[in-house]
Nanobody, 120 residues
Framework: VQLQASGGGLVQAGDSLRLACRAS????????MGWFRQAPGKEREFVAS??????STFYADSVKGRSTISRVNAAVYLRMNSLKPDDTGVYYC????????????????WGQGTQVTVSS
């Protein structure tokens, strides 16, 4: 199983970014997908998730209203607008054959992460 995340980088506050995660080795349509992030010195936290069909999406309060998660074919995307320094961290995509919940324990497959740094 491979979950290849990309799209991170160094951006300024207020900018937008789109992260991509391409999946292989799993039946994509049978997995809910999620994005998590981990800032330096902090625990990994939920960012957004999307159901197997794409009909349901969930967002952390910290990104709600300025982020959109989507999926197409064997990829999941996270579009983030109005980025803030607090959005800095390593972003991980994950796959769950249980459901699109907020708990990291639901996700059995993880990618390697992509670094997002937002400067003020």
């Amino acid at each position: 199983v491979q979950l290849q995340a990309s799209g991170g980088g160094l951006v300024q506050a207020g900018d937008s970014l789109r992260l991509a995660c391409r999946a292989s080795g799993i039946t994509f349509s049978r997995h809910a997908m999620g994005w998590f992030r981990q800032a330096p010195g902090k625990e990994r936290e939920f960012v957004a998730s999307i159901s197997r069909t794409g009909d349901s999406t969930f967002y952390a309060d910290s990104v709600k209203g300025r982020s959109t998660i989507s999926r197409v074919n064997a990829a999941v995307y996270l579009r983030m607008n109005s980025l803030k320094p607090d959005d800095t961290g390593v972003y991980y995509c994950a796959a769950s054959n249980i459901g699109a919940g907020v708990s990291s324990q639901l996700y059995g497959h993880w990618g390697q992460g992509t670094q997002v740094t937002v400067s003020s």
